[in-house]
Protein backbone atom coordinates (compact mmCIF):
# COMPACT_ATOMS: atom_id res chain seq x y z
CA UNK A 1 0.00 0.00 0.00
CA UNK A 2 1.45 3.76 -0.70
CA UNK A 3 1.54 6.31 1.08
CA UNK A 4 -0.94 9.26 0.63
CA UNK A 5 0.40 12.64 -0.99
CA UNK A 6 2.29 15.27 0.66
CA UNK A 7 0.49 18.21 0.93
CA UNK A 8 1.81 20.82 -0.76
CA UNK A 9 3.55 24.04 0.68
CA UNK A 10 6.39 22.23 2.73
CA UNK A 11 9.08 23.97 4.33
CA UNK A 12 12.55 22.25 4.46
CA UNK A 13 12.75 21.19 8.35
CA UNK A 14 9.86 22.80 9.67
CA UNK A 15 7.40 21.04 7.43
CA UNK A 16 3.58 22.30 7.50
CA UNK A 17 3.82 23.83 11.21
CA UNK A 18 4.24 27.98 9.79
CA UNK A 19 0.99 26.96 7.63
CA UNK A 20 -0.56 25.67 10.81
CA UNK A 21 0.89 27.97 13.18
CA UNK A 22 -0.51 30.83 10.98
CA UNK A 23 -3.70 29.32 9.15
CA UNK A 24 -6.01 30.46 12.44
CA UNK A 25 -8.30 31.95 9.35
CA UNK A 26 -8.30 27.67 8.30
CA UNK A 27 -7.31 29.01 4.72
CA UNK A 28 -4.77 26.79 4.77
CA UNK A 29 -6.68 23.67 5.72
CA UNK A 30 -9.65 24.56 3.78
CA UNK A 31 -7.23 23.72 0.49
CA UNK A 32 -6.76 20.44 1.17
CA UNK A 33 -9.65 18.93 0.42
CA UNK A 34 -8.39 19.35 -2.93
CA UNK A 35 -5.26 17.67 -2.44
CA UNK A 36 -7.10 14.12 -1.78
CA UNK A 37 -9.45 11.86 0.65
CA UNK A 38 -6.27 11.79 2.97
CA UNK A 39 -3.40 14.06 3.22
CA UNK A 40 -0.10 14.07 4.66
CA UNK A 41 1.29 16.62 6.85
CA UNK A 42 4.77 17.17 7.97
CA UNK A 43 5.43 18.49 11.61
CA UNK A 44 9.60 18.86 11.77
CA UNK A 45 10.20 14.62 11.65
CA UNK A 46 6.38 14.04 12.74
CA UNK A 47 3.91 12.75 9.94
CA UNK A 48 0.13 13.56 10.77
CA UNK A 49 -2.58 12.67 8.40
CA UNK A 50 -5.56 14.80 7.26
CA UNK A 51 -8.82 12.98 5.97
CA UNK A 52 -11.00 15.29 4.28
CA UNK A 53 -13.91 13.68 3.16
CA UNK A 54 -17.14 12.14 5.06
CA UNK A 55 -16.72 8.64 4.58
CA UNK A 56 -12.74 8.67 5.40
CA UNK A 57 -13.89 10.61 9.01
CA UNK A 58 -16.50 7.92 9.59
CA UNK A 59 -13.86 5.13 8.79
CA UNK A 60 -11.86 6.86 11.77
CA UNK A 61 -14.60 7.35 13.78
CA UNK A 62 -16.90 4.72 13.41
CA UNK A 63 -15.76 1.76 11.57
CA UNK A 64 -12.08 1.49 12.56
CA UNK A 65 -12.39 3.30 16.07
CA UNK A 66 -10.96 0.19 17.65
CA UNK A 67 -7.76 0.96 16.49
CA UNK A 68 -7.43 4.88 17.34
CA UNK A 69 -6.79 6.30 20.41
CA UNK A 70 -7.15 9.98 21.28
CA UNK A 71 -3.18 10.70 21.39
CA UNK A 72 -1.25 13.32 22.12
CA UNK A 73 -4.19 16.04 21.76
CA UNK A 74 -6.00 13.60 24.54
CA UNK A 75 -3.15 14.01 26.26
CA UNK A 76 -2.60 17.84 26.83
CA UNK A 77 -6.22 18.20 27.13
CA UNK A 78 -6.02 15.42 30.39
CA UNK A 79 -3.48 17.76 32.26
CA UNK A 80 -6.46 20.76 32.62
CA UNK A 81 -9.42 18.22 33.04
CA UNK A 82 -8.01 14.95 34.54
CA UNK A 83 -9.35 11.50 32.96
CA UNK A 84 -12.76 12.42 32.69
CA UNK A 85 -15.46 11.47 29.88
CA UNK A 86 -13.92 13.98 27.19
CA UNK A 87 -10.29 12.24 28.12
CA UNK A 88 -10.12 8.91 28.96
CA UNK A 89 -9.91 5.80 27.01
CA UNK A 90 -11.85 2.65 26.03
CA UNK A 91 -12.88 0.58 29.17
CA UNK A 92 -12.90 3.81 31.54
CA UNK A 93 -14.50 5.90 28.81
CA UNK A 94 -17.13 2.91 28.50
CA UNK A 95 -17.74 3.06 31.67
CA UNK A 96 -18.24 6.22 32.42
CA UNK A 97 -20.23 7.11 29.42
CA UNK A 98 -23.11 4.66 30.86
CA UNK A 99 -22.64 6.17 34.72
CA UNK A 100 -23.37 9.88 32.59
CA UNK A 101 -25.86 8.89 29.83
CA UNK A 102 -29.00 9.38 31.95
CA UNK A 103 -28.55 12.59 32.67
CA UNK A 104 -28.51 13.39 28.95
CA UNK A 105 -32.07 11.02 28.32
CA UNK A 106 -34.66 12.88 26.70
CA UNK A 107 -37.24 12.38 29.10
CA UNK A 108 -34.77 14.88 31.40
CA UNK A 109 -34.79 17.79 28.99
CA UNK A 110 -38.10 19.50 30.00
CA UNK A 111 -36.33 20.00 33.71
CA UNK A 112 -33.10 21.21 32.43
CA UNK A 113 -35.25 24.17 30.11
CA UNK A 114 -36.19 25.35 33.46
CA UNK A 115 -32.90 26.34 34.66
CA UNK A 116 -32.09 27.27 30.82
CA UNK A 117 -34.52 29.72 31.09
CA UNK A 118 -33.50 31.03 34.88
CA UNK A 119 -30.12 32.08 33.33
CA UNK A 120 -30.96 33.58 30.04
CA UNK A 121 -33.21 35.45 32.37
CA UNK A 122 -30.92 36.38 34.53
CA UNK A 123 -28.36 37.79 31.30
CA UNK A 124 -31.08 39.60 29.59
CA UNK A 125 -31.79 41.73 32.43
CA UNK A 126 -28.30 42.99 32.77
CA UNK A 127 -27.79 44.27 29.16
CA UNK A 128 -29.40 47.65 28.72
CA UNK A 129 -30.17 49.99 25.57
CA UNK A 130 -27.13 50.42 23.70
CA UNK A 131 -24.28 48.70 25.36
CA UNK A 132 -21.39 47.39 23.74
CA UNK A 133 -21.58 43.86 24.11
CA UNK A 134 -18.61 40.92 23.69
CA UNK A 135 -21.00 38.45 22.58
CA UNK A 136 -18.73 36.02 23.13
CA UNK A 137 -17.69 36.33 26.60
CA UNK A 138 -21.68 36.97 27.25
CA UNK A 139 -22.77 34.07 26.12
CA UNK A 140 -19.35 31.83 28.11
CA UNK A 141 -20.92 33.29 31.45
CA UNK A 142 -24.45 32.07 30.12
CA UNK A 143 -23.59 28.98 29.09
CA UNK A 144 -21.46 27.92 31.93
CA UNK A 145 -24.12 29.00 34.12
CA UNK A 146 -26.53 27.09 32.83
CA UNK A 147 -24.42 23.72 33.03
CA UNK A 148 -23.81 24.44 36.60
CA UNK A 149 -27.36 25.17 37.17
CA UNK A 150 -29.15 22.22 35.58
CA UNK A 151 -26.52 19.23 35.92
CA UNK A 152 -24.59 20.28 39.18
CA UNK A 153 -26.03 21.22 42.87
CA UNK A 154 -26.67 24.87 43.68
CA UNK A 155 -23.61 24.61 46.37
CA UNK A 156 -21.05 24.27 43.48
CA UNK A 157 -22.39 28.13 42.31
CA UNK A 158 -19.34 29.92 43.94
CA UNK A 159 -17.00 27.75 41.60
CA UNK A 160 -18.61 29.85 38.62
CA UNK A 161 -16.79 32.81 38.94
CA UNK A 162 -13.76 31.22 39.36
CA UNK A 163 -14.00 28.57 36.78
CA UNK A 164 -14.76 31.42 33.79
CA UNK A 165 -11.83 33.11 35.04
CA UNK A 166 -9.22 30.58 35.13
CA UNK A 167 -10.39 28.01 32.72
CA UNK A 168 -10.14 30.26 29.44
CA UNK A 169 -6.50 30.67 30.14
CA UNK A 170 -6.00 27.03 31.19
CA UNK A 171 -7.36 26.15 27.73
CA UNK A 172 -5.33 28.99 25.75
CA UNK A 173 -2.34 27.01 26.70
CA UNK A 174 -3.16 23.49 26.10
CA UNK A 175 -3.68 24.92 22.56
CA UNK A 176 -0.25 26.81 22.77
CA UNK A 177 1.38 23.07 23.28
CA UNK A 178 -1.15 21.14 20.90
CA UNK A 179 0.14 23.08 17.85
CA UNK A 180 3.73 23.87 18.93
CA UNK A 181 5.41 20.54 19.43
CA UNK A 182 8.70 22.06 21.29
CA UNK A 183 6.45 23.13 23.92
CA UNK A 184 4.58 20.17 24.27
CA UNK A 185 8.11 18.44 24.88
CA UNK A 186 8.94 21.30 27.54
CA UNK A 187 5.78 21.52 29.17
CA UNK A 188 7.72 20.36 32.75
CA UNK A 189 10.88 22.74 32.22
CA UNK A 190 10.22 25.25 35.21
CA UNK A 191 9.55 28.23 33.01
CA UNK A 192 8.27 31.25 33.88
CA UNK A 193 4.87 30.49 31.86
CA UNK A 194 4.93 26.49 32.73
CA UNK A 195 4.77 27.63 36.73
CA UNK A 196 1.88 30.36 36.35
CA UNK A 197 0.30 27.15 33.99
CA UNK A 198 0.72 24.82 37.17
CA UNK A 199 -0.56 27.08 39.95
CA UNK A 200 -3.71 28.07 37.19
CA UNK A 201 -4.06 24.44 37.33
CA UNK A 202 -4.02 23.69 41.17
CA UNK A 203 -5.79 26.55 41.68
CA UNK A 204 -8.68 25.29 38.75
CA UNK A 205 -8.40 21.73 40.67
CA UNK A 206 -8.78 22.71 43.65
CA UNK A 207 -11.38 24.66 43.57
CA UNK A 208 -13.97 22.21 42.24
CA UNK A 209 -12.48 19.54 45.12
CA UNK A 210 -13.32 21.49 47.51
CA UNK A 211 -16.39 22.65 46.07
CA UNK A 212 -17.59 18.45 46.01
CA UNK A 213 -15.77 18.15 49.80
CA UNK A 214 -18.26 20.83 50.89
CA UNK A 215 -21.12 19.10 49.07
CA UNK A 216 -20.16 15.85 50.23
CA UNK A 217 -20.00 17.10 54.15
CA UNK A 218 -23.21 19.04 53.89
CA UNK A 219 -25.29 15.60 53.96
CA UNK A 220 -27.85 17.20 51.04
CA UNK A 221 -28.80 14.99 47.95
CA UNK A 222 -30.17 17.22 45.43
CA UNK A 223 -30.63 13.87 43.20
CA UNK A 224 -28.39 15.67 40.77
CA UNK A 225 -25.00 14.26 38.43
CA UNK A 226 -22.83 15.17 41.29
CA UNK A 227 -25.02 12.90 44.13
CA UNK A 228 -24.83 10.02 41.48
CA UNK A 229 -21.28 10.22 41.44
CA UNK A 230 -20.48 10.29 44.64
CA UNK A 231 -22.66 6.99 45.41
CA UNK A 232 -21.75 5.40 42.24
CA UNK A 233 -19.51 2.04 42.62
CA UNK A 234 -17.13 0.00 39.91
CA UNK A 235 -19.56 -2.65 39.11
CA UNK A 236 -16.11 -5.29 39.04
CA UNK A 237 -14.50 -3.86 42.57
CA UNK A 238 -17.51 -2.72 44.27
CA UNK A 239 -15.23 0.69 44.98
CA UNK A 240 -16.63 3.86 44.92
CA UNK A 241 -14.58 6.83 42.41
CA UNK A 242 -12.12 8.36 43.99
CA UNK A 243 -12.20 12.08 44.95
CA UNK A 244 -9.69 12.66 41.53
CA UNK A 245 -12.30 10.91 39.29
CA UNK A 246 -14.97 12.97 40.46
CA UNK A 247 -13.62 16.52 40.35
CA UNK A 248 -12.29 15.17 36.28
CA UNK A 249 -16.20 14.70 36.06
CA UNK A 250 -17.28 17.89 37.21
CA UNK A 251 -14.24 19.94 35.22
CA UNK A 252 -14.55 18.21 31.95
CA UNK A 253 -18.90 18.74 32.68
CA UNK A 254 -18.14 22.42 33.16
CA UNK A 255 -15.33 22.99 31.04
CA UNK A 256 -17.44 21.04 27.45
CA UNK A 257 -20.75 22.84 28.56
CA UNK A 258 -19.69 26.40 28.81
CA UNK A 259 -17.11 26.47 25.41
CA UNK A 260 -18.24 25.13 22.57
CA UNK A 261 -22.25 26.07 22.71
CA UNK A 262 -20.82 29.39 23.86
CA UNK A 263 -19.26 29.92 20.17
CA UNK A 264 -22.69 28.28 18.74
CA UNK A 265 -24.71 31.35 20.05
CA UNK A 266 -22.00 33.93 19.67
CA UNK A 267 -22.07 32.74 16.13
CA UNK A 268 -25.42 32.54 15.56
CA UNK A 269 -25.37 36.59 16.74
CA UNK A 270 -23.68 37.14 14.52
CA UNK A 271 -25.38 35.89 11.55
CA UNK A 272 -28.22 37.56 12.53
CA UNK A 273 -26.66 40.71 12.29
CA UNK A 274 -25.32 40.41 9.32
CA UNK A 275 -28.20 39.38 7.30
CA UNK A 276 -31.46 41.85 8.43
CA UNK A 277 -33.56 39.30 6.46
CA UNK A 278 -32.64 36.38 8.28
CA UNK A 279 -32.79 38.23 11.47
CA UNK A 280 -36.58 39.58 10.44
CA UNK A 281 -37.62 35.97 9.87
CA UNK A 282 -36.03 34.68 13.66
CA UNK A 283 -37.88 37.79 15.48
CA UNK A 284 -41.07 37.05 13.56
CA UNK A 285 -41.04 33.38 14.68
CA UNK A 286 -39.81 34.20 18.38
CA UNK A 287 -42.97 36.71 18.31
CA UNK A 288 -45.16 34.66 16.89
CA UNK A 289 -44.25 31.51 19.26
CA UNK A 290 -43.40 33.36 22.37
CA UNK A 291 -45.82 36.61 22.57
CA UNK A 292 -43.03 38.34 24.77
CA UNK A 293 -42.27 35.19 27.14
CA UNK A 294 -39.21 33.27 27.51
CA UNK A 295 -38.77 30.16 25.54
CA UNK A 296 -39.79 26.67 27.05
CA UNK A 297 -39.23 23.38 26.55
CA UNK A 298 -42.52 22.98 25.10
CA UNK A 299 -41.99 26.13 22.39
CA UNK A 300 -39.79 23.93 20.31
CA UNK A 301 -41.95 22.34 17.87
CA UNK A 302 -42.91 25.89 16.90
CA UNK A 303 -39.11 27.20 17.02
CA UNK A 304 -38.24 25.38 13.53
CA UNK A 305 -36.22 28.08 11.90
CA UNK A 306 -34.58 29.25 15.26
CA UNK A 307 -33.17 25.51 15.29
CA UNK A 308 -32.32 25.55 12.04
CA UNK A 309 -30.24 28.66 12.31
CA UNK A 310 -28.13 26.79 15.33
CA UNK A 311 -27.77 23.43 13.07
CA UNK A 312 -26.45 25.63 10.28
CA UNK A 313 -24.31 27.58 13.09
CA UNK A 314 -22.85 24.10 13.96
CA UNK A 315 -22.54 23.37 10.22
CA UNK A 316 -20.58 26.52 8.97
CA UNK A 317 -18.77 27.19 11.83
CA UNK A 318 -18.30 23.13 14.01
CA UNK A 319 -17.03 24.54 17.41
CA UNK A 320 -14.61 21.50 17.57
CA UNK A 321 -13.43 22.04 13.77
CA UNK A 322 -10.54 19.35 14.72
CA UNK A 323 -10.89 16.12 16.19
CA UNK A 324 -7.52 14.27 17.19
CA UNK A 325 -6.72 10.64 16.89
CA UNK A 326 -3.58 8.44 16.81
CA UNK A 327 -3.58 5.32 15.38
CA UNK A 328 -2.83 2.22 17.95
CA UNK A 329 -2.38 -0.23 14.91
CA UNK A 330 -1.17 -0.48 10.96
CA UNK A 331 -4.36 0.93 9.37
CA UNK A 332 -5.54 1.34 5.45
CA UNK A 333 -7.53 4.69 4.92
CA UNK A 334 -9.02 5.24 1.38
CA UNK A 335 -6.40 2.30 -0.08
CA UNK A 336 -3.41 4.33 1.67
CA UNK A 337 -1.49 2.78 4.65
CA UNK A 338 -1.37 5.00 7.50
CA UNK A 339 0.98 3.32 10.02
CA UNK A 340 0.80 2.87 13.89
CA UNK A 341 1.34 5.44 16.46
CA UNK A 342 0.58 8.42 13.73
CA UNK A 343 -1.65 11.56 14.48
CA UNK A 344 -4.91 11.38 12.45
CA UNK A 345 -6.80 14.29 11.68
CA UNK A 346 -10.46 14.53 10.95
CA UNK A 347 -11.63 17.94 10.37
CA UNK A 348 -15.43 19.02 10.64
CA UNK A 349 -14.57 22.15 9.43
CA UNK A 350 -13.24 20.79 5.67
CA UNK A 351 -15.99 17.95 5.84
CA UNK A 352 -18.98 20.15 6.54
CA UNK A 353 -17.59 22.57 3.30
CA UNK A 354 -17.66 20.28 0.75
CA UNK A 355 -19.27 21.63 -2.12
CA UNK A 356 -20.01 18.21 -3.13
CA UNK A 357 -21.97 17.34 -0.66
CA UNK A 358 -22.99 21.24 0.40
CA UNK A 359 -24.19 23.55 -2.03
CA UNK A 360 -22.52 26.68 -1.94
CA UNK A 361 -21.06 25.67 1.36
CA UNK A 362 -19.82 28.89 2.32
CA UNK A 363 -23.24 30.63 2.50
CA UNK A 364 -24.99 30.39 5.33
CA UNK A 365 -28.19 28.90 4.67
CA UNK A 366 -30.62 27.85 7.41
CA UNK A 367 -33.14 26.40 5.22
CA UNK A 368 -30.48 24.10 3.59
CA UNK A 369 -31.69 22.02 7.11
CA UNK A 370 -35.24 21.75 5.97
CA UNK A 371 -36.75 17.96 6.07
CA UNK A 372 -36.67 17.69 2.16
CA UNK A 373 -33.36 18.82 2.01
CA UNK A 374 -31.31 17.63 4.96
CA UNK A 375 -31.69 13.87 3.86
CA UNK A 376 -28.95 11.77 3.02
CA UNK A 377 -25.14 12.77 2.58
CA UNK A 378 -25.58 16.21 4.64
CA UNK A 379 -26.59 14.17 7.42
CA UNK A 380 -23.68 11.61 7.26
CA UNK A 381 -21.13 14.70 6.49
CA UNK A 382 -22.18 16.45 9.56
CA UNK A 383 -19.20 15.92 12.84
CA UNK A 384 -20.13 19.14 14.81
CA UNK A 385 -20.50 16.79 17.92
CA UNK A 386 -18.24 13.98 16.54
CA UNK A 387 -19.16 10.72 15.68
CA UNK A 388 -19.20 6.93 16.84
CA UNK A 389 -18.95 5.69 20.68
CA UNK A 390 -17.36 9.13 21.50
CA UNK A 391 -20.15 10.86 20.51
CA UNK A 392 -20.63 13.61 22.17
CA UNK A 393 -23.00 12.98 24.85
CA UNK A 394 -24.97 15.90 25.27
CA UNK A 395 -25.29 16.68 22.22
CA UNK A 396 -29.14 17.18 22.27
CA UNK A 397 -28.44 19.02 25.64
CA UNK A 398 -26.51 21.78 23.89
CA UNK A 399 -29.03 22.14 21.12
CA UNK A 400 -32.17 22.25 23.26
CA UNK A 401 -30.16 25.21 24.83
CA UNK A 402 -28.51 27.01 22.33
CA UNK A 403 -32.21 27.25 20.30
CA UNK A 404 -34.49 28.24 23.84
CA UNK A 405 -30.96 30.65 24.84
CA UNK A 406 -31.64 32.12 21.39
CA UNK A 407 -35.68 32.37 21.16
CA UNK A 408 -35.50 34.37 24.29
CA UNK A 409 -33.10 36.65 23.43
CA UNK A 410 -34.11 37.59 20.23
CA UNK A 411 -37.66 37.79 22.09
CA UNK A 412 -36.22 40.91 23.87
CA UNK A 413 -32.89 41.98 22.14
CA UNK A 414 -31.45 42.69 18.65
CA UNK A 415 -27.54 42.56 18.48
CA UNK A 416 -26.16 45.05 15.97
CA UNK A 417 -23.38 44.78 14.41
CA UNK A 418 -20.16 47.72 15.24
CA UNK A 419 -18.85 49.45 11.83
CA UNK A 420 -14.87 48.74 12.12
CA UNK A 421 -15.25 45.37 13.67
CA UNK A 422 -14.35 42.82 11.63
CA UNK A 423 -15.07 39.14 12.53
CA UNK A 424 -13.08 36.12 11.48
CA UNK A 425 -12.96 32.43 12.50
CA UNK A 426 -10.10 31.73 14.87
CA UNK A 427 -9.15 28.71 15.11
CA UNK A 428 -7.86 28.00 18.81
CA UNK A 429 -8.51 24.77 20.71
CA UNK A 430 -12.42 25.67 19.58
CA UNK A 431 -13.41 28.00 16.50
CA UNK A 432 -13.57 31.13 18.06
CA UNK A 433 -15.80 34.91 16.53
CA UNK A 434 -12.47 36.77 16.42
CA UNK A 435 -13.75 40.21 17.17
CA UNK A 436 -16.83 39.95 17.53
CA UNK A 437 -18.91 43.08 19.50
CA UNK A 438 -22.43 44.06 19.02
CA UNK A 439 -24.24 46.68 19.80
CA UNK A 440 -27.94 45.73 22.13
CA UNK A 441 -31.24 47.35 21.02
CA UNK A 442 -34.13 46.23 23.31
CA UNK A 443 -36.97 45.12 20.82
Not at 71 to 87: F, K
Not at 232 to 256: F, H, K, N, W, Y
Not at 406 to 418: E, H, M, N
Request: glycine share 8%; charged share 25%.
Amino acid sequence: MSAPPVASGRLPALGHLPHMRRDRRLAFLDSLRRQGSVVRLKFGPRTAYVVTEAEMAREVLVVQARHFDKGEAGAQLGVLLGNGLLTSERETHRRQRLLLQPFFHRSRMAGYAEAMRQEVEELSNTWREGQHLDVRTEMYGLLLGITARALLPSSLGTLHAEFRRDFPLGLREVQRRMFNPVRALTGRVPTPRNRRHARLLARLHGAVAHAIATYRGSGVDDADMLATLLAARDPDTGDTLSETEIRDQVMTMLATGGETSANTLAWAFHELGRDPDLGARLHSEVDEALGGRSASYDDLPRLGLTARVISEVLRRYPPAWMISRRAVADVELGGYRVPAGSPVLVIPYIVQHDPAVFDDPHRFDPDRWLPERAAGPSREAFLAFGGGVRKCIADQFALIETTLALATLAGSWRLRPLPGHPVRPLAATTLLPDGLVMRAERR
